[in-house]
């Protein structure tokens, strides 16, 4: 009798798992880009203007079940940034919260434009040059650098906290290419 109550309590504790997990069903996208294309902007601010005007948009959408009276669910927020096949960048913004819906992301959330322009000071370039600051003997490098020419491939995750059932989203990738 006693294995039978013992049988019984794990089966009832594996079905209220699957009763009580949290369920997150959704997928971030980006519209605007055609993958590959040659990219018009010719710096990481022109490309954040375009974010910002709508040019580009990150889009996410996401139903979620068992998780709280709101349905919020925190993200990490994860930006990868590869040039010309070599990984440039990895960086992950932790505990966003989000709340269920369809919505647009701002590009703030992710490190993309940061990435590409510390990339543009770290790569040797003709067109870095150091200028004065105004009133000042401290120089200072040119914000506005074009960005390196070559290819460049960008993942932007949404991952679940740890601990949470629901895991990771699909990602959304996308290339581009500066000529």
């Known amino acids: 009798m006693k294995k ?6 794990i089966l009832m504790s594996f079905s209220l798992s699957d009763i009580l997990a949290q369920k997150v069903d959704g997928r971030i996208s980006i519209s605007g ?20 005007d709508g040019t580009y948009k990150i889009n996410f959408s996401y139903k979620a079940d068992n998780v ?3 349905g919020l669910v925190v993200f990490d927020m ?6 010309n096949g070599k990984l440039i960048s990895e960086t992950t913004r932790s505990n966003w919260p989000w709340l269920p819906g ?3 992301v701002p590009i703030e959330s992710f490190d993309l434009i940061s990435a590409l322009q510390k990339f543009t000071f770290d790569v040797p370039s003709a067109n870095v ?6 009133d000042s003997k401290q120089y200072a490098r040119e914000t506005d650098l074009p960005l390196p020419k070559g290819k ?13 059932d629901f895991g990771t989203l699909a990602p959304a ?7």
């Open 4 to 9: 039978i109550s013992i049988l019984l309590a």
């Open 102 to 104: 369809d919505m647009f």
């Open 152 to 164: 460049y491939e960008v993942t932007l995750q949404m991952i679940g906290k740890p601990g949470s």
């Open 68 to 70: 709280g009276k709101r």
């Open 78 to 83: 994860k930006t990868s940034v590869r040039y």
């Open 129 to 134: 040059r150091e200028i004065k600051k105004p």
């Open 173 to 179: 990738r996308f290339s581009f290419e500066v000529k």
């Open 33 to 52: 880009f055609q993958n590959g294309q040659t990219l018009k902007e010719a710096t990481a601010v022109d490309l954040f203007k375009s974010f910002r």
